[in-house]
């Protein structure tokens, strides 16, 4: 991991190397882990499938609507003064 120009010290912060290794690998490795227990527990209980109530299926479009605006907000803006300009 000692790369030219790298920070390895030791202190609050971690290094590049532990960065871009152990804090992407992690989160990984723990969803490949938790995936079959959970796949085998929709499969049991509650036909499959992850039940959506009607302020569910509300909130999640209401979100997705929120969302698709402010993409298109921002391509708005990107395009009228041109992608790399502050």
Same mark, same amino acid.
């Given at each position: 991991?000692?790369l030219?120009?790298?920070n $390895?010290?030791?202190? #609050?912060?971690?290094?590049?190397?532990?960065?871009?290794?152990?804090?992407?690998?992690?989160?990984? %490795?723990?969803?490949?882990?938790?995936?079959?227990?959970?796949?085998?527990?929709? #499969? $049991?209980?509650?036909?499959?499938? %992850?039940? @959506?109530?009607i302020?569910?299926k509300?909130?999640?479009?209401?979100?997705?609507?929120?969302?698709?605006? %402010? #993409?298109?907000?921002?391509?708005?803006? @990107?395009?009228? #003064?041109?992608?790399?300009?502050?």
């Open positions: 991991c000692a030219p120009g790298e $390895c010290t030791i202190g #609050r912060y971690f290094t590049q190397c532990f960065q871009n290794t152990v804090l992407v690998c992690v989160p990984c %490795i723990y969803l490949w882990v938790c995936f079959p227990v959970y796949f085998l527990y929709l #499969r $049991c209980h509650d036909r499959g499938y %992850i039940q @959506m109530s302020l569910n509300a909130k999640t479009v209401c979100d997705s609507l929120k969302s698709l605006l %402010i #993409r298109l907000g921002g391509l708005n803006q @990107m395009t009228s #003064r041109g992608p790399f300009q502050p």
